[in-house]
């Protein structure tokens, strides 16, 4: 197959973690004989610097051209910090979303056995959690209309949603439902918002297209706490843009594999792919980054081209990457590895089939990984 993939690698920790992921991209394309054609472009504070906009005309352009995205980390504190800020890094990734159609993020929630020690929540909870929210991303009140009054003492975000923007994630929603374990809840605020009752009015229409699945209304705040409480019960969240960025945060924390999760947003022509971790401006430079994530999300990117065997082989090497504890620091706090060295397991890895390159002793010494 042959894919033009655009690479915004954005700010922080983005051009680091991605770099990984190209590596594995590459090992993927040699192993399986596949072209895959890169093109870098800037985005977030990176573009603002250089070019006074989060996304220039000519990354869009780039974007627009490409069979998918892959998109690295944008942000800055000095943006964070300073709230009149008439342009922010993550402009460009909203403006993205919108001017390309992405309009459902996919973001799946993977427990990893071997890591359930580092999350929060008690073991029994968090074991087995699988499940996988479906995020409206293209409307609601981040695109809504806003106000300011003009003694600045009275603001307003307008939230506003039609049948056709609902129906189409709906649909989505449900068809991956009806492949996992056939339940769809939809969060909503259904007791207050008007948008929310036809949310509910649409997805009990659209329930009847597919009547394996099971359905579950739960107001957001409610689904806040059971996230926390009870996750096993979940196995597709279908909800809003605003409350999908909420409870998408929440549930990455659940796990405690943050440095982990990947996320898609896809729309009827395009599909980009992204780490869920934010920017780590802290660890910027340092070759410490956890690159696994951005290398997780490039298994989703194969996936959504349907070679499911090439993302397997990433999920593979991914894990043995754990299990080795070839890891950054966060994973690995006693011999760690570096971004480089994670990515540079995970691509031989992916080529030596044998599995026969790498020395037990020296991986536990945090040494070379290669005889
Ligand atoms: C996310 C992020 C973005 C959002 C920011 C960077 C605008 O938090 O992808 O969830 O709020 O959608
Ligand atoms: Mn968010």
Redesign the pocket.
Known sequence: MKLKIAVLSGDGIGPEVTQQAIKVLNAIAEKYHHVFNFKKAIVGAKAIEETGSPLPEETLKICADSDAILFGT??DPKYDSNPNAKVRP?QG??KLRKSLGLFA?IHPLITYNSLIHRSNLKKDVVKGADFVIYRELTSGI?YGEKNLSEDGNTASDNCTYTSEEIDRISHLAFKAAHVRRKKLTLVDKANVLETSRLWRKRVLEISKIYPDVKVEFLFVDHAATQLILNPKQFDVILTENMFG?IL??EASVISGSVGLLASASVGQYHALFEPVHGYYPQKKGKNIANPLATILAVAMLLDHFKLYDEAENIRVAVEKSIDLNISTPDLNTTNHFSTTSVGNFISDFILDDENTFYNKHNIDLGQSTII
Do not use: A, S
Request: proline share 0%.
């Open positions: 944008v942000g993550e990734l909203i993020n981040y960025d998408t945060d």
